[in-house]
């Protein structure tokens, strides 16, 4: 499957190669310090197609191999039984750019192809598909066009809300990013999914995180009461409540809006997944910076809430329905009310297979999280042998 993920600058040599791999770098001067990087190159393993965008890499990378994991992807399911259609579909991204195109999109070219594959089996889905996929130019117009029409309202209609969206959002593409890694996310762990495109027009909690997304741009452009109005638009129609001065990382899974409540001094990791009903909330004892602090490849089960200023490691399980008042160290597998650590994470790649909210967390976490397993090891070692002496 295609997978789109962030590299950091520091992990780029000077020279513009990255992992064995050259690319040619060309800036420009634009208002928004856009500089791309725009390449194609072909390795023994894989054809990737880089693009960076205001100081952070985006790598869009597609498996020719079948020893490639298929979780590092996404790989529209239109493409699963024919290898001749996804291997025309790679040559296409390549002629493209060969032709002079400044950026070719592959995620969102795979949107449109399941738009059109829909198109012919149910004709009658056109009008919407060709509203709100087709007709637009890019993954960003057509966000802005679904999502808009999902929360108008008398008082804001949908054209002051597309180009509210876009005015935010099209200068910022770190943000879109975010937005793309979200809707991976949905087409990659849920089960009823399955297609990008249907995740775009139909899942309501993609949608909250969108939503979001914009209303936290607002908080920081201190548009505090517009804001406020997007969460309380989204709480209504999506019963999703965001605040929008959480800070919230990218790849969220948030399956369903309802009952979700994230608090203002929230702050959520890269990769996390949220199931319905979950809180993370304050005590109600506390003011100033009240809420959880949750960290990457988490998962949050059915019900789970989490309360206070507290701590919630890297990998961490809470289960359903748990209460989490107090700091849960990384990789634990947390149950109960109030909840304690009934065991941690087994770090084999089998304990991931099985599992869509799993998969991606052992091909990008699997590595560093053994260090955290052997550092936890250490400190158990040391306090016994404190315990004994």
Request: hydrophobic letters at 35%.
């Amino acid at each position: 499957m295609f997978r789109m993920s962030s590299i950091a600058d520091d992990n780029i040599d000077n020279d513009g190669t990255f992992q064995n791999t050259t690319i040619a770098v060309e800036s420009n001067d634009q208002e928004d310090d856009r500089s791309s990087i725009q390449t194609i190159t072909k390795n023994a393993d894989e054809l990737s197609l880089v693009g960076s965008m205001m100081g952070s890499t985006i790598a869009l990378s597609f498996p020719t191999s079948s020893d490639c994991p298929p979780q590092l992807y996404y790989r529209s399911k239109i493409f699963e039984n024919s290898p001749t259609d996804w291997s025309d579909f790679l040559q296409s991204m390549q002629d493209r750019y060969a032709n002079g195109e400044t950026w070719v999109d592959p995620f969102w070219e795979q949107i449109r192809q399941e738009a059109f594959a829909t198109l012919d089996d149910e004709p009658e889905a056109g009008p919407q598909l060709y509203q709100c996929v087709l007709s637009q130019p890019d993954f960003v117009r057509a966000i802005c066009t679904i999502v808009s029409h999902e929360i108008e309202t008398e008082l804001i209609p949908a054209i002051a809300l597309k180009n509210l969206f876009l005015e935010l959002l099209e200068p910022r593409p770190k943000i879109v990013d975010c937005i793309r890694l979200d809707l991976q996310a949905v087409a990659t762990r849920s089960s009823g999914i399955g297609r990008a495109m249907d995740a775009m027009l139909f899942h309501n909690g993609f949608h909250a995180l969108v939503c979001y997304r914009v209303g936290h741009l607002l908080w920081q452009a201190n548009r505090t009461a517009l804001a406020y109005y997007l969460q309380s638009t989204v709480s209504r129609k999506y019963s999703a409540d965001i605040h929008p001065s959480c800070e919230l990382g990218s790849g969220l899974y948030l399956r369903v809006g309802c009952g979700v409540v994230i608090g203002e001094t929230a702050r959520v990791g890269d990769d996390v997944s949220i199931l319905e009903g979950v809180t993370l909330g304050g005590t109600g004892k506390e003011s100033g910076d009240r809420h959880p602090k949750v960290g990457n490849g988490v998962i949050l089960h059915e019900g789970g809430t989490v309360l206070g200023n507290i701590p919630v490691g890297d990998g961490v399980i809470i289960t359903a329905r748990s209460l989490v008042n107090k700091p849960i160290p990384p990789l634990a597998i947390v149950s109960g009310v109030p909840g304690r650590v009934l065991e941690y994470r087994r770090l084999e790649e089998d304990a991931f297979e099985d599992d869509t909210l799993q998969q991606h967390l052992a091909l990008k976490y699997m590595l560093p999280w053994k260090i955290l397993e052997k550092e936890r090891l250490q400190e158990e070692k040391e306090r016994l042998e404190n315990v004994g002496r």
